[in-house]
């Protein structure tokens, strides 16, 4: 059976994993950034996909139904907190609207971070963003039962991410996990009922930890992991 999964956030390096493990499949692949030139240079040799842009997407009438959508796209900056930005837009905001436009039949999932649940310094719209889209996606989870509602929650993550954040990568060493690793999850996700998918385990098992001692694990963290 050809499923149709939309993927935003199309050109990172995350999706581009899942799109080269489902490029094999017979799944139909709507993929979805902001430059169409970018997504023409990346997808454009693939016969299974249709290419949009995040414009398109919004206010073309859709002529297939949505079994699988996977909310991607999102982006952070690190710095001391000034002012709200964009983040709040594209980490949280998009993703709801998405999810409302397109009404995902089988499963919708949400590439979120771990720093959701273990925050950080110089991160504080960041991980507020992505606090919001894992309990935007719990809630979702109860109000539409029949709906697979799936976390990504992510630590560090070897993309081009963090191409203006220095030696961040460096510093945190092996807490960094690869694309593909990321991707593998996913896509051996696809049509199960998973809830949350943590990666990696060691920072997985510290959030679990910080829900139990908070105030342990913010002295924590402020002192030996502010590597922002």
Not at 41 to 60: A, K, M
Not at 83 to 99: D, K, S
């Amino acid at each position: 059976m050809v499923r149709n999964i939309v993927i935003t956030g199309a050109t990172g390096d995350i999706a581009k994993e899942i799109v080269k493990s489902l490029s094999k499949e017979n799944d139909h692949l709507i993929l979805v950034s902001r430059s169409r030139k970018a997504l023409i240079e990346r997808y454009g040799q693939l016969e299974n996909v249709t290419l949009l842009t995040n414009d398109e997407l919004l206010t073309n009438e859709q002529s297939f139904v949505v079994d699988i959508l996977i909310n991607n796209a999102g982006f952070g900056i690190f710095k001391e907190f000034t002012e709200l930005t964009e983040q709040f837009v594209i980490n949280t905001l998009m993703p709801i609207q998405l999810t409302r436009l397109l009404e995902p039949k089988v499963q919708l999932i949400n590439i979120a971070s771990i720093a959701g649940k273990l925050p950080t310094g110089k991160s504080s719209i960041y991980v507020a963003s992505k606090a919001a889209l894992i309990t935007f996606s719990d809630a979702l989870r109860m109000e539409n039962p029949q709906l697979i509602v799936t976390t990504v929650n992510t630590g560090p993550v070897k993309t081009k991410f963090h191409k203006d954040n220095g030696d961040y990568l460096e510093k945190v060493g092996k807490n960094a996990i690869s694309a593909s690793k990321v991707a593998d999850k996913v896509v051996n996700n696809l049509g199960k009922r998973k809830r949350e998918i943590n990666l990696p385990w060691t920072l997985s098992t510290a959030a679990k930890l910080r829900a139990i001692f908070p105030s342990l694990f913010d002295f924590i963290s402020a002192k030996f992991f502010n590597f922002k």
